[in-house]
Structures are given as C-alpha cells and as structure tokens.
C-alpha cells in the first residue's frame, strides 16, 4: 500500500508544506518578480548610459566681433547662455567652445561641459576680419574621444581680410571635418548687396552649400539661430541627421525680420 506524502499531520499541516518551510529556512527562496524587475532596470540603465554616450555632442562657435558686427554682441552672448542652459537641462552631454575674431583670434574657452558653463558677458566689436585664422584655431584640435556629433557653426557677416592662413589650406582643413562626419555651418548676415551671399561663400571656403544660410540680425534673428542650432543637435540625437529644411526658420525671418518671432521657450526652473 502507497504512502501518502500529502497526509495531515495533527496541526493541519501536511507534510508537503513541512518540507517546504524547512527548505526556505535551509536556502532562502528567490523572489521571481523582483529578480525579473532588477534585470529589466539593469537593462533600462544600460540602454540610457548608451544613448548616452552615443549622443554627446561639441558645439564649436567661431563669431565675428569686427566694427560692422557692432550691435551684435549683447544678442549673442544672452543666447549663447540661453542656449547652454536649455543644453544643461537635457540627459545628453554637450560641450561648447566659443572662439571670437576681428584682426586678431581670440579663444575664449573650448570644449567646456554646459553643466559646469558659466555666463559669459558682452564683448566690443571693432576691427578688420580674421575669418581663415579664426577657423584653423577652432577647428584644428577638435577632436575629442567620446563625442559624437560635431557642429562647428560660423558666424560673420563679411569675408576674409587678415590672415596667416590661406584659403586652401581652410578649404582643405574644413573639407576634412566634413568627410570625417563633422557638420560646418556657415551663418552669414547679408547685410549689403555687395557682399555676396551665403552659399557662394561657403563654396570658398569648402563648406557645404547646403548648410549655409543669409540671416537677419534684426529683431528675433539671432536668437532663432541659436533655436536652430538647438534643433539640429535635437534632430541629430533622434535620428542621426540633419533635416534638410534645418534653415528654414532662419530662411522665414531673413525674408521678413519684423513679422517673423522665434518660438516661446518656457522653461520647467
């Protein structure tokens, strides 16, 4: 006659349930649930680090303080601040370098974390323009481990004067950059018939026509740039490419700088 292992010990309990209470004293049991959602948040955190690390990105300004920039300054310097707040606020890491030039060349600091910016104040516009000496010692030593999207953003509204460098010597220098997977821009304030336009300009100095663009400093134009720049490291981040329509809030305003407003950002602090 078969033993019954389930029968029912004086106390109620049988002795499945014995045997099982002297094993979870003997070797604790294995709670499934939060074992499977220590794996899955160990997975998310892996993932996030990733995105990361895949989407750190340098911002590199080279800005023209020459006389016919005065007026500029002020506009400039308040939306290059605004824009490393917005930065900071964002999970990815941003690095920003900021280059000035007139006659001379004047990096201000290079590739600082905007989480450890600080504001940065005005400065004076005067002098002649330095255009090919400023875009060789912004852009030279721009390689950094670790950052994956490149921006170098040039904004003028002239053309070369002083220079020790050559324009072939920058046209190859900027030609390299690009091949290399690094985006040139070229923002060029129109502000005379005579001095030529964006996309002629660009082809000089061997940037890509199609990221350069006329802009109006006029009203809400400088700082729909600075938006801009933002929604191409935005667009960059999600999808690994630069919409081809990038300039056309820069376009929209440059056509009409009185009517066109950059968009309200609110901020969450």
């Known amino acids: 006659m078969s033993k019954n292992n389930n029968m029912v010990h004086s106390n109620g ?14 070797k604790q049991e294995i709670d499934i649930e939060k074992a499977i959602d220590g794996f899955a948040t160990t997975l998310d955190d892996k993932k996030m680090l990733e995105e990361i690390a895949k989407n750190s990105a340098s911002v590199d300004l080279i800005i023209d303080r020459s006389g016919s920039m005065d ?8 939306e290059i601040n605004q824009f490393a707040l917005r930065q900071a606020a964002k999970m990815y890491t941003t690095k920003l370098s900021l280059t000035l030039f007139n006659r001379s060349v004047s990096q201000e600091f290079s590739r600082v974390d905007v989480r450890e910016y600080a504001p940065i104040s005005s400065w004076y516009c005067e002098g002649g323009t330095n255009i090919n000496d400023a875009v060789v010692t912004a852009m030279k030593d721009s390689y950094e481990k670790g950052i994956n999207h490149k921006l170098h953003l040039l904004i003028t509204d002239g053309q070369n004067e002083y220079s020790l460098n050559d324009e072939d010597y920058v046209k190859e220098l900027i030609t390299k950059k690009q091949m290399a997977g ?28 199609n990221f350069a663009v006329n802009f109006d400093r006029n009203g809400d134009g400088i700082k729909i740039i600075f938006q801009t720049i933002e929604d191409v490291l935005d667009g960059l981040r999600m999808n690994g490419e630069i919409s081809k329509d990038w300039a056309r809030a820069i376009t929209a305003h440059a056509a009409d700088p009185l009517q066109v407003k950059a968009r309200e950002v609110k901020y969450l602090c």
Do not use: C, P, W
């Open 182 to 209: 690094e985006h040139v821009f070229l923002l060029y304030n129109k502000r005379y018939e005579s001095q030529g336009d964006a996309k002629i300009y660009a082809m000089h100095l061997g940037i890509d026509k």
């Open 13 to 26: 309990t049988s002795k499945l349930a014995l045997l099982r209470q002297k094993r979870s004293i003997q």
């Open 71 to 78: 007026g500029t300054a002020s506009q400039i310097v308040t």
